[in-house]
């Protein structure tokens, strides 16, 4: 095994330490990048949440529109048989002078 000149062993120790400092470059830059996207994951999280809120919340206003929607409709319902039933009771009362 032949043996490194001390110029070669300073070269090899600038060379590995200029890749330790890129790679360390690389790292910190994934970790921002990494906590960037742990923010987001967590905003996507929030909003998903609040659209199922929402959601729930236009259920629940749907439901109560639509029965507020079918009173007039009940309403007018009763009063038509209120009409019918009067006009049978007076037919009724003309016919047999009850």
Known sequence: ???????????????????????????????????????????VREIAIATQNMQAELTRQGERLEKIEQEPADNWKKAV???????????VHALFGI
């Not at 048989?81 to 037919?91: P, Q, T």
């Open 1 to 43: 095994m032949e043996e490194l000149t001390r110029q070669e062993y300073d070269a090899d120790i600038k060379r590995i330490e200029a890749e330790d400092h890129r790679q360390n470059t690389r790292i910190d830059r994934l970790e921002g990048q990494f906590e960037k996207l742990n923010d987001l994951v967590v905003s």
């Open 81 to 91: 048989w209120l009409v019918v039933a009067a006009a049978i009771g007076f037919a």
